[in-house]
Every structure is written in structure tokens, then in C-alpha cells.
């Protein structure tokens, strides 16, 4: 399966400041999709990341929150705008294509202050 | 959003014992995944079902496709020390891009 690479792998941040994560992977990739997981809880998709369009987002998720890149087949960017204490996370990258499993990251592990 | 309900919650067990947990759901899915999570990491793939009653196995681990398609079942034959960790089942449907819904988890301790 495909190496995928996240960063940064955790980070501390003051409230209202921004933070973009980097997923890069290996190899070309049709889906790229964006997950948060809160302490103790599952994995909640954030977002789809589409190569050269606008990302497809969950309900309950908006673009101005969490802005999403995807320039190319192997890598995309989620940022984290004004963030606050409720913001503190694992983000998740995860990387599949159609009829294919999806693989992923380990994670950035973000924490506000 | 929708998540998938796993049990049991959590379970302690002794080294050699079998496992089995199970994940139900009020929607049909047609794919089910099951991920293990250790901590500081992010899932890995265990086992992945595309079939309606197909049973499949890795290693000491078999799980199986519900025949409602609205569950799936885990089961860890003779768990070792490593086994320990959280046990995510998934649900995805190829016609929606292949999102997938995941459950609420199942925390495995296994005692020496």
C-alpha cells in the first residue's frame, strides 16, 4: 500500500491562530479524503479532497474552517483556521481509490492552548 | 454525523483466549473494513469484505460480512500481548465516492 506522511506530527497552538497539515504519499492517488478524531472518540470525515476542484465537505464541516488543497494526485494540505480549544484533535489523511481501501497517515496531533 | 455501533465497548482478556466483537448498523452498507489502532498511530487495515455473508482471514484474525449488510464480526483467535489496542470497523459504499462511516471503537487490553 501507498506511504503516506503527514506534517506536522503533533503540534501546540495558541487560540485563534492557523495551522496547515501536509499529507504527501508515495504514489498517485485517485481519493484523498480528511478525518478528524477527537480524544477518545472514532474518526469523523471532515472532507473529500478533489484533485483540481473545491473539496466535498461532511455536514457539519465548512470550507472557511478547514480550507483544503489538492494541486496534484499526491498530496494535499487541511488548514485549521481560528482555532480553539474544541479544535484539539487528531487529524487524520487518508488515501484509496474506487473499490480500493483506504490507507492512512498517523496522524497530526493538535492541541490548543 | 452517523457512526456505527461496536461491541463490547472494551474488554480485558488473557493471553491465549479468542476475541469477538461485532459492529451493527442502521444502514446497508456494501464494503466493510475493520482497522486497528495503536496509540501515537494511525488505523491500519486488518481485513477488507465486499461481499453479503463473505468470511475472510489474516492470520489469526477472520471477519465476516453480515448477510443484512447492516453488520460485520471480528474475531481474534489466541490473542497475543500485541492484540492490544482499538478495533475500528467501517462501513463504505462504493457510490458515494467510497466515504466511509466509522464505529465507536473497540478497546482491547490483553492480560499475561
Known amino acids: 500500500s501507498a506511504v503516506i506522511s503527514q506534517k506536522p506530527s503533533r503540534d501546540i497552538c495558541q487560540r485563534g491562530t492557523s495551522l496547515t497539515i501536509q499529507c504527501q504519499v508515495d504514489s498517485q492517488v485517485t481519493m484523498m479524503f480528511w478525518y478528524r478524531q477527537q480524544p477518545g472518540q472514532s474518526l469523523t470525515l471532515i472532507a473529500t479532497a478533489n484533485q483540481g476542484s473545491e473539496a466535498t465537505y461532511e455536514s457539519g464541516f465548512v470550507i472557511d474552517k478547514f480550507p483544503i488543497s489538492r494541486p496534484n494526485l499526491t498530496f494535499s494540505t487541511l488548514t485549521v483556521s481560528n482555532m480553539s480549544p474544541e479544535d484539539s484533535s487528531i487529524y487524520l489523511c487518508s488515501v484509496g481509490g474506487f473499490n480500493q481501501p483506504q490507507h492512512f497517515g498517523d496522524g497530526t496531533r493538535l492541541s490548543i492552548l | 454525523g452517523q457512526q456505527l455501533n461496536q461491541s463490547p465497548q472494551s474488554m480485558f482478556i488473557q493471553e491465549g483466549e479468542d476475541v469477538s466483537m461485532n459492529c451493527t448498523s442502521s444502514s446497508i452498507f456494501n464494503t466493510w473494513l475493520w482497522y486497528k489502532q495503536d496509540p501515537g498511530e494511525g488505523p491500519v487495515l486488518l481485513i477488507a469484505l465486499y461481499k453479503a455473508g463473505e468470511l475472510t482471514s489474516n492470520g489469526r484474525l477472520t471477519a465476516q460480512f453480515g448477510i443484512t449488510r447492516k453488520d460485520s464480526f471480528l474475531n481474534i483467535s489466541a490473542s497475543i500481548p500485541s492484540d492490544v489496542g482499538i478495533y475500528f470497523c467501517?462501513?463504505?459504499?462504493?457510490?458515494?465516492?467510497?466515504?466511509?462511516?466509522f464505529g465507536t471503537g473497540t478497546r482491547l487490553q490483553v492480560t499475561l
Open positions: 467501517a462501513g463504505g459504499n462504493t457510490g458515494t465516492a467510497s466515504k466511509l462511516t
